[in-house]
């Protein structure tokens, strides 16, 4: 949970020039007196690095132009991923969720005197996804600071977070990227032909750092497999596609969720009341089984990817309102979302 050597890499090699204008220029506002910040931003890897690179500036012993210093001994040890006074939170491997129990042992850490004399800081990685046992733990923590501690949210969702969570924080909202700006930090970041940095964009829906992280091969080819899955499904006759085992979960849903939003826009208006109606209540099932999933849910994946893909196969079935009827109230139960 306190290892954060994959977050200093990311600091290192993938922090857009955006970013750092949209930090300076905060950091300017004399925005930085608080004791909790939430970052929000629909990309959840932008809103991490952004959170990183503020964590950084503000344990720095000598800031320059409203940035970290990068030279200072608190620096070298953050972009080490040594430093003593950071702990990142964030969903453990193999989980759905950020439990109590990490939540607890960062309010331990938070309480500990600093070693580098400025602060203990805790970054939290997609806050969102925090159980609302975990939530209502950091609330307390929230409301009764340590004198010395910071605290850093970041989001692609903060909705999901309990309104006294976010009241709590200070909201720094980013914008999206310029289309052209993102190309052209992707092209430098992956290389290859404009065409290649386009194609990622596109892939990741307009989210530049994470075209960044998607740019190897295997993950790239991982989604691509994902998503040409998703029109050919009435089509499939044997069982689920093989590309929906080798995402997570998460994924998976996310994924689907996006293309079903754009099913429902691409409806012809003649014929919406028809059409549409299966395509909403579709996009209501996956929609709750994300949330259930982001809220802590560990449901079996092999038995979610068979429901999904009924589900999915179902869609133009005459009984389709009592099917996603019966699935909507399955949710909960052992085997679906318990």
């Known amino acids: 949970m306190s290892d954060t050597s994959e977050l200093a890499v990311e600091l290192r090699d993938a922090t857009p020039p955006w970013l750092l204008s949209h930090l300076r220029e905060w950091i ?39 940035l970290a210093c990068g030279q200072c001994q608190s620096c070298k040890a953050f972009l080490q991923g040594t430093h003593g006074d950071l702990m990142l939170l964030q969903v453990p491997e193999g989980k759905t969720a950020i439990g109590i129990d990490q939540v607890r042992e960062a309010t331990h850490f938070l309480q500990q005197t600093a070693l580098y004399g400025a602060a203990k800081l805790l970054l939290v990685r997609d806050a969102d996804q925090m159980t609302l046992a975990a939530a209502n733990s950091l609330l307390k923590t929230l409301e009764e600071p340590p ?11 903060a909705w999901r977070l309990p309104p006294t969570v976010r009241s709590r924080c200070q909201l720094l909202r980013l914008p999206r990227s310029e289309k052209d700006a993102a190309l052209k930090w992707l092209g430098s970041q992956v290389g290859g032909s404009a065409a290649n940095a386009e194609h990622l964009l596109d892939m990741a829906q307009g989210r530049a750092v994470s075209a960044r992280l998607m740019a190897d091969s295997e993950s790239l080819a991982a989604k691509e497999a994902l998503v040409a899955s ?76 068979a429901e999904l893909f009924r589900l999915c196969r179902s869609r133009d079935h005459a009984a389709f309102a009592d099917i996603g009827g019966r699935f909507l109230s399955s949710l909960g139960r052992e085997g679906v979302a318990s």
Not at 53 to 58: E, F, G, I, K, S
Not at 147 to 157: D, K, R, V
């Open 28 to 66: 300017s506002g004399a925005g930085d007196k608080g004791h909790a910040y939430l970052v929000v931003s629909e990309d959840a890897n932008e809103a991490s690095l952004f959170a990183g690179q503020l964590a950084m500036r503000q344990l720095c012993h000598d800031p320059q132009d409203g």
């Open 147 to 157: 004198g010395n501690a910071l605290m850093l949210l970041s989001s692609a969702e």
């Open 230 to 305: 998703f029109p050919v499904l009435s089509e499939q006759r044997a069982g689920p596609p093989a590309a929906w085992s080798g995402v997570d979960l998460s994924v998976l849903l996310s994924e689907l969720l996006v293309w079903v939003e754009g099913q429902v826009r691409g409806v012809d208006t003649d014929r919406f009341c028809h059409q549409a109606q299966s395509w909403l209540l579709l996009h209501r099932c996956v929609a709750e089984l994300s949330s259930r999933v982001k809220r802590g849910a560990t449901p079996g994946k092999d038995i979610v990817i």
